[in-house]
């Protein structure tokens, strides 16, 4: 009964968040973002075409009439159809958020698992050569652009400079098979640049873990490396590893990977949120912005729960 | 603990070899066709075909009257849906088409029985009046604009569609008239647009703005996929069975020999089962995937592979390494890119006061002898571009090749002395706004031209370059006359000079295409003389004299027509071309 009441609590201070999200966010598209109007009426349109595109996209109407129409749109989640292609904006997201969670779901999982692993290492052999070892590829890894990384791996693993083993772009679920062909080279490049920002995070988590007292008694009691660090140091380092990963959930869900998917052609979320930006997709954004505010709420929820269920005190108030 | 490891290595090594050996499987017994672009078509009903992207769809897709001649240059029209060339009366108003019989509709759910119907004359009464429903929007409204009769009266009166349009008409199920307001010689180019595509009433009842994604037309190819990453179309199977005469095409051995055509003379095309079109906007990864194999042609060169790819450039060759696995095809581009002065403007244009007038003038065709067109071409366009006085492109059958370069040859000199006669100081000048859309190239573009304007003594701080984030923001600036100094590009739509002069026609001012708000008697008295004479000398004539009256003005720094480098693998045969709103080719091209 308590928990349900502090979930009540917790959606109902939601709401604000939720309205001052999409609030700034409907502010920045109206008075910032493109006008699509003269894009629409060709080559020479008189100004009455030009009144009439603005009356069709509803730039004419006040702003708060336009706000009160996205609120409604927001709790319907019915967005209309998009300005570009005229396709429904949920069947848009429809088709998009899956591919952007099958494609960075992987490189994410990948990037967290092996960052906590090499940081665990590098805890461990604190001041040794293998801690330094890691945090130098750690550091070549968080100074490496994103861009380049995606270049060269292109260059190296599907071009015919290199070993020309996967595509260069495109998508296809249909199958296993096919998934995996067209997964792996944009999986390694994300993990590739996350795991330099993961490791160093987690090894000064860790790091703190290691130099208390509780694991300096398990190794005068002569526990072993392996225990420790799983046991000890792990499992009382999962507050941060848990705010991590939720916080990281709503742009793998909404926003993808925009690089990712604009050099390798696919099909998600995160290109079709940059398209609607520069074309001043409305419809779109406004979708985009409502589904990112509303999962961040449900993640900060989720993410109190399992404080709870990791660390029994923590209080749900 | 090293067994586990080496467990842990040898999985993931198996895991990327299953993952490169499991390339989806590919049917040896499809013929597929694949290319790239490097822009993505956001919509292909024919009301939005406004870009080369979504033009090269909807004329894949949907039946145009007329298309293009596939290997002709200059380019001609022939019929495609239409039966033959028109009926024209001696007044030049009343067109008569006719239409060839038995052309159907591809099969869809919109239709009752999900048959495709027959292509009649109605649809394409219909699908002209829906640029002119102003419950639509359409990119294509302004080429018929106050041009047909009574058809801006029946948009005015609530586009009915059961109302008739007198100049509009189906005369029966095989025949349209369409009556002209006034002679329109560039009425037969708007015909092979995809703006004239023609669509079922039915597809629009049942998809309405879904036709933006979805294509239910009666071209040689079905849309089986659309996404903004990919196009896939297959053969229309019940496409008329027209074999490819490739006399009657232009084909000529000397110039389309090493094409490997020739196979195909007398064949029904299409010659593929399928179309893939890949777009792929950064430059970079278009061309891995081109290299790769992957694509096996690309829209164009990338700036950057130029001297990695091209042995010279003057005549553009490629290295041998390069040749022996690709075909070239080069030329100017149809189109123009160009600097405008904004005439309305007290501050540079055209004013009451003769002696500012002057003095403005003096302005303008100091800027243009200030610009340096040879190292702007070496700089941003490879030294490709073909930079030529005026605005009449080389493409066109109008270019005068003899018209003096001296507008567009760099004079900092002159441009001094300009500046200095008409009483201009450092201090007098206007601060001018140079309007850009934001990016690198932009940006250095701009830096470049106003380094240009500090070398004659116009300093920088007089030229506040305004930028802004996207190109509809930037369009919006044009047409609502914002900016002093604009850069302008323009592709053609048709192939006509008319098209580009139309450009500077008084009453096309803001919000009008005439950008540079250029309003001179004359010209539009010329402008209107020639726009309803038909190809002539007489008509060439007047086009050069218009011509020379924007370069005496000073009206903008004009211009230079980009070079079109095409690559394509050695084992495609045809010759790709996208321009003029084009995409007719698509039809025409095999694969080994």
């Known amino acids: 009964m308590a928990g349900l009441g502090y979930l009540i609590r917790r959606l109902a201070t939601g709401i604000p968040l939720i309205l001052g999200v999409t609030f700034i966010s409907f502010l920045l598209m109206v008075y910032f973002g493109p006008d699509l109007s003269f894009e629409l009426v060709g080559k020479n349109p008189t100004a009455e075409q030009i009144a009439a595109a603005r009356a069709q996209l509803g730039y004419d109407q006040p702003f708060w009439v336009r706000y009160a129409a996205y609120l409604h749109e927001m709790v319907t989640f019915d967005f209309g159809r998009s300005v570009s292609t005229g396709q429904p904006v949920r069947g848009l997201l429809a088709d998009a958020v899956p591919v952007s969670l099958a494609l960075t779901l992987p490189g994410f999982v990948l990037g967290n698992l092996l960052g906590i692993a090499l940081a665990l290492l590098a805890a461990w052999h604190r001041g040794r050569w293998l801690d330094r070892s890691i945090m130098a590829f750690s550091v070549i890894g968080m100074s490496i652009s994103f861009l380049i990384i995606i270049i060269v791996f292109q260059l190296l693993f599907s071009s015919r400079y ?42 000064a988590v860790f790091v703190e873990e290691v130099g208390r007292d509780h694991v300096r008694t398990a190794r005068a ?65 406004k979708a985009v912005v409502s589904l990112t505010a509303l999962m961040f709420v449900v993640v900060l929820i989720i993410n109190d729960l399992l404080y709870r269920a990791v660390d029994p005190r923590v209080a749900l108030t | 603990m090293k067994l586990r490891l080496f467990l842990a290595l040898s999985a993931s090594f198996l895991l990327a070899m299953a993952a490169a050996c499991s390339r989806p499987g590919v049917d040896s017994e499809v013929k597929r066709y694949r290319h790239s672009d490097d822009g993505v078509p956001t919509n292909i009903d024919p009301l939005q075909a406004a870009t080369v992207y979504s033009n090269q769809i909807v004329v894949s897709v949907y039946d145009t009257l007329y298309r293009y001649k596939y290997l002709a240059r200059p380019y001609v029209l022939v019929p495609n849906l239409a039966a033959g060339m028109p009926e024209i009366s001696d007044d030049g108003l009343t ?37 002119f429903d ?43 008239r369409v009556r002209l307001v006034k002679p329109f010689p560039q009425f037969m180019n708007t015909l092979a647009q995809g703006f004239a595509a023609i669509v079922p009433h039915e597809a629009v009842t049942a998809y309405g703005e879904g036709l933006g994604t979805r294509a239910v037309g009666s071209g040689p190819w079905k849309l089986e996929r659309y996404t903004r990453e990919q196009v896939r179309l297959v053969r229309n199977p019940d496409f008329r069975k027209e074999p490819l005469d490739l006399a009657y095409e232009g084909y000529d051995a000397a ?43 690309m829209s164009g060169l990338p700036v950057e592979q130029t001297d990695i790819v091209l042995a010279s450039k003057d005549p553009v060759a490629l290295k041998p390494e390069y040749a022996q696995r690709y075909h070239l095809d080069t030329g100017p581009e149809a189109g123009l890119v160009f600097t405008v002065f904004n005439m309305a403007d007290p501050d540079i244009g055209n004013v009451p006061d003769p ?238």
């Open chain 2, 134 to 176: 102003p419950a639509r929007v359409s990119q294509g409204r302004w080429l018929w604009d106050r041009k047909i009769e009574g058809l801006n009266q029946w948009m005015d009166a609530g586009a009915d569609y059961d109302a008739a349009v007198p100049g509009l008409l189906a005369v029966d199920d095989h025949t349209v």
């Open chain 2, 255 to 297: 110039l389309h020999g090493h094409l490997g055509i020739a196979h195909l003379d007398g064949k029904p095309s299409p010659f593929v089962d399928e179309l893939w079109i890949d777009f792929i906007q950064e430059s970079a990864a278009r061309w891995a995937s081109f290299t790769s194999g992957r694509e096996i042609q």
């Open chain 2, 355 to 592: 002696q500012r007038n002057a003095m403005n003038r003096a302005l303008r065709c100091a800027m243009r002898d200030a610009f340096d067109w040879q190292q702007r071409n070496d700089r941003f366009y490879s030294g490709l571009g073909e930079v030529f006085p005026g605005v009449i492109p080389p493409l066109l059958a109008e270019f005068d090749a003899t018209l003096s370069r001296d507008s567009v040859t760099h004079n900092p000199e002159r441009a001094r002395a300009r500046l200095a006669e008409a009483g201009w100081t450092a201090e007098n000048l206007p601060t001018l706004d140079y309007g850009l859309v934001a990016s690198v190239l932009g940006r250095e573009m701009a830096e470049e031209f106003r380094g240009y304007m500090a070398a004659v003594g116009i300093p920088p701080e007089k030229i506040n370059i305004k930028s802004y984030a996207t190109f509809g923001d930037y369009n919006r600036a044009l047409r609502t006359s914002e900016l002093p100094i604009m850069g302008y590009g323009w592709g053609l739509d048709y192939p006509d000079a008319e098209n580009v002069l139309q450009l500077f026609y008084g009453p096309n001012a803001a919000p009008g295409s005439n950008a540079a708000n250029y309003r001179n008697p004359a010209y539009d008295a010329l402008y209107e003389q020639s726009s309803v004479m038909l190809p002539s000398a007489a008509r060439s004539e007047i086009y050069r004299q218009m011509n020379q009256m924007l370069i005496d003005d000073c009206v903008g720094i004009l211009s230079l027509s980009r070079r079109r480098i095409a690559l394509w693998h050695r084992d495609v045969l045809g010759l790709p071309d996208r321009q003029i709103l084009g995409g007719f080719w698509l039809r025409f091209v095999d694969v080994k």
């Open chain 1, 162 to 203: 290199g070993l020309n083993f996967f595509p260069v772009r495109g998508w296809d679920m249909s199958s296993p098979g096919a998934y995996l062909y067209y997964v792996t080279v944009p999986t390694l490049a994300i993990v590739f640049v996350s795991l330099g920002y993961n490791t160093r995070f987690y090894r």
């Open chain 2, 95 to 131: 067109y008569t088409i006719t239409l060839k019989p038995g052309v159907r509709f591809i099969d869809d759910e919109a239709f009752p029985d999900g048959k495709g119907r027959e292509v009649t004359a109605h649809d394409v009464v219909y699908s002209l009046k829906r640029h």
């Open chain 1, 221 to 285: 009691f002569g526990a072993g490396a392996g225990i420790i660090l799983w046991k000890y140091v792990l499992k009382n380092s999962l507050i941060p590893i848990i705010t991590r990963v939720m916080f990281s959930i709503p742009s793998i869900v909404i926003a993808g990977s925009l690089l990712i998917e604009s050099y390798f052609g696919i099909p998600g979320a995160g290109k079709l949120t940059f398209d609607a930006v520069t074309t001043g997709d409305q419809p779109v954004l």
